[in-house]
């Protein structure tokens, strides 16, 4: 069965840090592009980072640059998202996201650009 698995969210108080994890299962091969997205009740999903898997290209959006490292290996086929200087606006649903073939090495920003989604993982930050 392809899917992904993320896991890793849970509750922490503002200034805290968790990390994320995704696992790719059911096929061969990397995917083109990945990425964490996130959606805050009331709010648009937005993608929060994301990697072209064949170069290393990296995306962060400007909420979180500086304070999320995003990683991907490849032989695990796992997707990491590190998250640290928590805050409560980042309190959200986090979905993993891929997208099997890109022709760009800047990943797309639209979600209906991504073929495959995790469950997603709850994440909140209380102040």
């Known amino acids: 069965q392809v899917q992904l698995v993320e896991s890793g969210g849970g509750s922490v108080q503002a200034g805290g840090s968790l990390r994320l994890s995704c696992a790719a299962s059911?096929?061969?091969?990397?995917?083109?592009?990945m990425g964490w997205f996130r959606q805050a009740p009331g709010k648009e999903r937005e993608r929060v980072a994301s990697?072209?898997?064949?170069?290393?290209?990296?995306y962060y959006a400007d909420s979180v640059k500086g304070r999320f490292t995003l990683s991907h290996d490849k032989s695990e086929n796992t997707l990491y998202l590190q998250m640290n200087s928590l805050k409560p606006e980042d309190t959200a649903v986090y979905y993993c996201?891929?997208?099997?073939?890109?022709?760009?090495?800047?990943?797309?920003?639209?979600?209906?650009?991504?073929?495959?989604w995790g469950q997603g993982t709850q994440v909140t930050v209380s102040s």
């Open positions: 996201a891929g997208r099997w073939y890109w022709h760009s090495p800047t990943c797309p920003s639209s979600r209906d650009d991504y073929n495959l």
């Open positions: 059911g096929f061969a091969g990397s995917m083109y592009c």
């Open positions: 990697i072209y898997t064949y170069a290393g290209n990296t």
